[in-house]
């Protein structure tokens, strides 16, 4: 039985209510960045800025070193995505064809593990970083990250293992494929999308993680974006609004190229994993 019209119309407007939401916050954000600085102050601000222009961009990179913490951040965010991926590809493979109570018991553990806050493991981290002379350094950030994300994305990935049809691997055993022949050419191009998937997800995280990075992070040429716009706050917690939104704005945007770019390549990824199925 279809969907009423009334009840599709009511979806429609709470997807569009959703979208909204989700939308209002980056829009105000760009306008403020466009913003001239006698425009911040006005008591009845506009969407569209009166006089835009670029003045609050150049202001952002001459107070603060803004490419040299995005280069830290790419490098931090890169290097955990790629990692964790790797780390985790082989154990998915392993909890999603053989499956036992201890597999059902790791999954679990996963899943819980997401549910700690950050508070409750700086401390340990810190001291275990600081034995390990990996204070101050992006070595130990990436570390850090690696380890945060790399839950969520054995969970992810052992979805998209199970969504695999075992017969595709065995028909390739049959015709004489090693475990690893089969692996790398029947089971990881269907994978692929998954892969992808579970990478941005591990960047995006650790793209805009800001609290393991305060923390671990000292000197001012090794820390992240993040942290950097925290240096736009005054002593006194008055921002410097248009620099800020500006840097905001800018530190926004890797992630959402990196999403367009991808998301037809995900869901085209999908498709032709359907289809070969």
């Known amino acids: 039985m279809g969907t009423s019209r ?11 209510a959703y979208l909204v939401f989700l939308a209002f916050p980056f829009l105000w954000l760009v306008s403020t960045a466009f913003k001239a600085p006698r425009e911040l102050g006005d008591l009845h ?10 003045d609050n961009f150049r202001q952002a990179f001459d107070e603060q070193p803004l490419l040299q913490a995005a280069g830290n951040s790419l490098i931090a965010a890169c290097s955990a995505a ?5 780390v985790a ?3 998915a493979f392993v909890m999603a064809r053989h499956r036992s109570r201890l597999t059902t018991a790791a999954t679990g553990w996963v899943v819980v593990s997401q549910a700690f806050p950050f508070v409750l493991v700086i401390i340990p981290l810190f001291l275990i970083l600081k034995n390990l002379h990996l204070i101050n350094s992006l070595p130990g950030l990436i570390m850090v990250y690696v380890v ?9 990935l052992v979805g998209y293992v199970r969504a695999v049809p075992p017969e595709l691997e065995e028909a ?6 090693s475990r690893l022949r089969t692996l790398v050419s029947v089971t990881a191009p269907l994978l692929a999308p998954g892969l992808v998937a579970t ?3 591990a960047f995006i995280t650790a793209w805009n993680e800001f609290f393991f990075a305060l923390v671990l992070l000292k000197s001012p040429e090794k820390q992240t974006l993040p942290v950097i716009l925290t240096h736009f706050i005054g002593a006194e917690g008055v921002a410097d609004l248009g620099p800020l939104a500006a840097a905001a704005f800018l530190a926004t945007l890797p992630s959402l190229v990196i999403f367009a770019i991808i998301q037809k390549r ?8 359907a289809v070969k199925s």
């Open 199 to 201: 990478a941005l997800f």
């Open 82 to 86: 790629l990692i964790a991926v790797a």
């Open 148 to 156: 945060w994300s790399l839950p969520f994305a054995l969970w992810m």
């Open 45 to 54: 601000p506009t969407w569209i800025p009166k006089d835009p222009g670029l």
């Open 266 to 273: 995900i869901t085209g990824g999908m498709l032709a994993g």
């Open 172 to 177: 390739a055993a049959v015709d004489g494929a």
């Open 6 to 16: 009334p009840a599709r119309a009511g979806q429609y407007l709470a997807l569009l």
């Open 89 to 91: 590809t082989p154990m």
